[in-house]
T-cell receptor, first 116, second 113 residues
């Protein structure tokens, strides 16, 4: 079956532009996560959804970052007024589990954002 | 919050030798420890995981050990092959934290043939 997909795969933005990154999780997966991976580093947690509810947004670096998952499936990560320090790979992951039962997180290929 | 440290940052081994990567975590509530392999430009892929009620788990050439008292866990790869060359990340998570993963900084493994 299809895995997690993300679009676009690459995005170049001028500083100050707004960008929107899309994630299509595996069908039926309840949990959805966004991570930011800087060059040469491990992924860092941004935010977490259980169905359409955003239960944890503690990792969002500033109020310029906003995420939504209105119907509990596709999610969009929006970055307003992009800055050079926003340049990174943005990874989306989904898992079947919810609550206290833990299942594997399946990652998408990521969107590489470059802010000039 | 949780913090995961990973060592070494780079590791070069000869084909056929073993490789060991070590991680420590800070939050004693963590109860799930996956290892991901990431090839250049590709997505992270789970290679093995372990839960806190188990001390060791093995899958063919790959094994993971967990010491809850010391709060560290290790990845062991035996009989390394060139295709094992990649970046390996350890991570920690606990279910009450929403299952978010806290990753180590990664280990670049090079297997020389």
């Amino acid at each position: 079956g299809a895995g997690v997909s993300q679009s676009p795969r690459y995005k170049v933005a001028k500083r100050g532009q707004d960008v929107a990154l899309r994630c299509d999780p595996i069908s039926g997966h309840v949990s959805l996560f966004w991570y930011q991976q800087a060059l040469g580093q491990g992924p860092e947690f941004l935010t977490y959804f259980q169905n359409e509810a955003q239960l944890d947004k503690s990792g969002l670096p500033s109020d310029r970052f906003f995420a939504e998952r209105p119907e509990g499936s596709v999610s969009t990560l929006k970055i307003q007024r992009t800055q050079q320090e926003d340049s990174a790979v943005y990874l989306c992951a989904s898992s079947f589990s919810a609550g206290r039962i833990y299942n594997e997180q399946f990652f998408g290929p990521g969107t590489r954002l470059t802010v000039l | 919050g949780e913090n995961v440290e990973q060592h070494p940052s780079t590791l070069s081994v000869q084909e056929g030798d073993s490789a060991v990567i070590k991680c420590t975590y800070s939050d004693s509530a963590s109860n799930y420890f996956p290892w991901y392999k990431q090839e250049l430009g590709k997505r992270p892929q789970l290679i093995i995981d372990i839960r806190s009620n188990v001390g060791e788990k093995k899958d063919q050439r790959i094994a993971v050990t967990l010491n809850k008292t010391a709060k560290h866990f290790s990845l062991h790869i035996t009989e390394t092959q060139p295709e094992d060359s990649a970046v390996y990340f350890c991570a920690a998570s606990y279910s009450r934290g929403g299952n978010k993963l806290v990753f180590g900084a990664g280990t670049i493994l090079r297997v020389k043939s």
